[in-house]
């Protein structure tokens, strides 16, 4: 059983049973965080890009865990502390303990100086999962969809910072994706979005609206 286990924003927990695979981990000042970093459990923690809504509490939690990072080397360098860390690249791909994770291209800044956005595909439970991470529309998803079967897309919605409803959609259909997951949206005024307008727009993939706090079981 693979579980999807949203903590709010862009921050959300992939649980195959055996690993947990933490993603994008800013929950201290989320106004949406359903969970204290202090609780959080991980073996895996991957970070999309360096902006602070985004790498959050990585550095502490990965040191409590032993839990480790992967990302852009320049992301996961935290200033030297002392985690274990992958550092890869666009695409590269990485086998791991729950299966594969593969970076790709986001079309975002990074945060950081000498950094880029990226997003993922992730293979866990026999399912695969592209995150987007924060990310505008960009034709090259179909690429992505073309070289995996992509059973989840997690894509932030907001707009402001990223793409909104009407493009979220597009990409759904850009990557062929099965179901999709819409996050990074509601946080803050700024990025306030209905959800339901995803579902009016979404074609031949079911959109599931999960609030934060809530987990869905990814069939
Ligand atoms: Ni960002
Ligand atoms: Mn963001």
Redesign the pocket.
């Known amino acids: 059983m693979l579980t999807y286990n949203y903590y709010g924003?862009?921050c959300f927990l992939l649980d195959d049973g055996k690993c947990k695979v933490l993603v994008?981990p800013?929950l201290t000042g989320n106004p949406q965080a359903s969970i204290n970093e202090k609780d959080v459990e991980a073996d895996y923690i991957l970070i999309?890009?360096a902006?602070g809504?985004?790498l959050g509490d990585a550095a502490s939690i990965a040191f409590r865990t032993n839990a480790t990072c992967i990302g852009i080397p320049e992301v996961t360098d935290f200033g030297g502390q002392r985690v274990k860390t992958i550092g890869m690249n666009l695409g590269g791909t990485v086998k791991t303990d729950f299966g594969f994770v593969r970076m790709v291209p986001a079309l975002?800044s990074s945060g950081i100086g000498g950094g880029i956005a990226c997003g993922y595909v992730i293979g866990i439970g026999g399912k695969v999962i592209y995150f987007a991470?924060?990310t505008a529309l960009f034709s090259d998803m179909k690429l992505i969809g073309e070289r995996d079967k992509i059973d989840y897309a997690i894509l932030?919605i907001?707009g402001h910072?990223?793409m909104d409803p009407v493009d979220a959609a597009k990409a759904v259909t850009f990557l062929n994706a099965a179901n999709v997951i819409p996050l990074?949206y509601n946080t803050w005024g700024v990025i306030k979005q209905n959800a339901e307008d995803l579902v009016k727009l979404v074609k031949g993939a079911k959109v599931h609206i999960v609030k934060p706090g809530q987990s869905l079981e990814l069939l």
Request: proline share 6%.
């Open positions: 924003h862009a994008d800013f999309t890009h902006h809504d985004h975002h991470g924060d932030p907001g910072y990223t990074h």
